[in-house]
């Protein structure tokens, strides 16, 4: 167990500099040195610990992080640049794990180092407070956007987090998971978000419906059934089966 | 049965009836106060009223209450709202229906900055995500221009940043603007004027680099001379100004011309 630290804009800069190295394969692993170091972290609260942890899915990790989370006390601490920073170079071998061949494929930067609140587009891909973001909107519900390892960003994260009015609607979400979630086999339906748009999957529904809809239908006062009984009779594939 | 957009029969609520303020503090999130008068309409008096606030990448809903008693919440600070645009929508459910109806309607967007010194600076083009069925663009002339750009599309606000967009389309959009202001409203230019959009897209115009001949109401009186300003003094000079078609090529084949 650790205290739960947070970069400063040095350490931001240094972590920055660590994944330009891995990217060029000139570095594999991140240091004590990195993470530890007084002089470019801080203690967020010296009452809550961390463990470290190999997450194996969205979920576990957004479980995990967002009961830590709301223990401490920081400024806007779903948008905190140095918390989410330290926390994707702490947990690094889960948000960037190594191949069989010891090397690691390092992403776009936004993906460890949390984009401004104000660069929208890549503010939700960081791979852990997006995540854990959704976790706090939609909690177990949450389960058809956090399939998946913490390094793919998957169909339905894909899908659902670039929009705003769909990712913050409980009853869309639960209209999601009662359409293509398999309860059985813990994993989105099969053939439920092919690339292509094709009849009742996922794109047809977010695209088309849920913009038809709400254009006639206060989708935010609605229960996930209630938005199931609007669709048309391409999606009973998924609804009943 | 045939789904169209507005196959429930929603009405609009004029925007005249909506008004926003935005209240910036500093080193605080921004709130708004709304006014809202449909005394002119005939809804249902336990019709709900809700304000939804948006921007690219965040919503948030504020409830107001009913027709019949209209209440204001104590928390309108728009926490969430990331981008300097931010898009009111006004609805009005029928919450006895157990679909959750919308009866109306109104869009209308707020610019979070604030309103500069210099008048002459204003945002002259605020960008608008809107469905727009399988158009990729249009611009909205209610109050003022708008570049309403289809919310369906992914990254849409990437493509808009493109060369290839502002190449293609923001010469079309500078004609059409100028096509409405001056031929469509026939729209007098009062040089010192700062309240009207038109007299502000005019000055814009006439300001870009390498102009050869800014608008003059008498020297371009007819719709011959008003087109012939357009098509080849302003569309040419904002293509000049911008460096559109050098910007086109290199992205297109990595050439420089």
Redesign the interface.
């Known amino acids: 167990m650790t205290e739960i630290r947070a970069f400063t804009d040095i350490g931001i800069e240094k972590f920055r500099k660590y994944l330009s190295e891995m990217k060029s394969s000139e570095r594999i692993i991140i240091d004590d040195e990195l993470l530890f170091d007084d002089n470019i972290t801080y203690v967020v609260s010296a009452e809550v610990e961390i463990k470290p942890s190999m997450f194996y899915s969205k979920m576990e990790a957004a479980e995990y992080l967002f009961e830590i989370i709301q223990k401490i006390n920081i400024e806007e601490k779903f948008y905190n640049i140095g918390l989410w920073s330290w926390l994707a170079a702490y947990y690094f071998d889960s948000v960037c794990p190594q191949t069989v061949q010891g090397q690691r494929k390092i992403g776009n930067e936004y993906r460890y180092i949390l984009a401004k609140?104000?660069e929208?587009?890549r503010?939700?891909r960081h791979l852990l407070a997006g995540p854990v973001r959704i976790y706090a909107y939609h909690g177990s519900n949450a389960k058809i956007l956090l399939y998946g390892p913490l390094d793919k960003f998957g169909d339905f994260s894909e899908q659902i987090t670039?929009r705003?009015?769909v990712v913050?609607n409980k009853g869309l979400i639960n209209a999601l998971n009662i359409l293509y979630w398999d309860e059985e086999n813990e994993r989105p339906k099969r053939g439920a978000a092919p690339n292509k748009k094709k009849p009742g999957t996922l794109r047809r529904f977010v695209?088309d419906m849920v913009?038809?809809f709400?254009?006639?239908?206060?989708?935010?006062?609605?229960s996930g059934k209630?938005i199931l009984?609007?669709l048309?009779s391409e999606f009973d594939k998924f609804k009943f089966n | 049965m045939i789904r169209r957009f507005n196959y429930t029969g929603r009405k609009k609520i004029d925007r005249d009836k909506i008004k926003i303020q935005l209240n910036k503090n500093e080193g605080l999130y921004t709130s708004f106060d709304a006014q809202i008068n449909l005394e002119d309409y005939n809804f249902p008096g336990n019709t709900a009223i809700y304000m939804e606030a948006r921007d690219k990448s965040s919503y948030m809903r504020f409830p107001f209450g009913s027709i019949s008693k209209q209440t204001v919440p104590d928390n309108r600070i728009l926490s969430e709202i990331q981008s300097e645009l931010v898009s009111f929508r006004i609805k009005l459910v029928d919450e006895s229906n157990k679909h959750g109806l919308i009866l109306a309607s109104s869009e209308i967007s707020v610019s979070m900055e604030p309103e500069p010194e210099d008048k002459s600076k204003m945002f002259i083009l605020p960008l608008v995500h809107a469905d727009l069925e399988d158009q990729i663009w249009k611009i909205d002339f209610r109050e003022k221009p708008h570049l309403m750009v289809n919310k369906k599309i992914d990254l849409i606000d990437e493509f808009v940043d493109t060369p290839y967009f502002l190449g293609l389309v923001f010469p079309a959009v500078v004609r059409l603007i100028l096509i409405q202001i001056l031929i469509v409203d026939s729209h007098e230019y009062d040089e010192s004027g700062f309240e009207d959009w038109q007299d502000l897209w005019i000055r814009f115009v006439n300001n870009l680099p390498g102009i050869q001949n800014r608008y003059d109401p008498e020297e371009f009186d007819t719709m011959e001379e008003k087109i012939y300003w357009i098509e080849e003094v302003v569309v040419p000079a904002f293509c000049t100004a911008y460096n559109t078609l050098k910007k086109v090529v290199e992205v297109f084949n990595g050439d420089e011309i």
């Open positions: 609140k104000r929208y587009r503010f939700h670039s705003p009015d913050t695209v913009g038809q709400d254009m006639n239908y206060d989708l935010y006062s609605m209630e009984n609007l048309p």
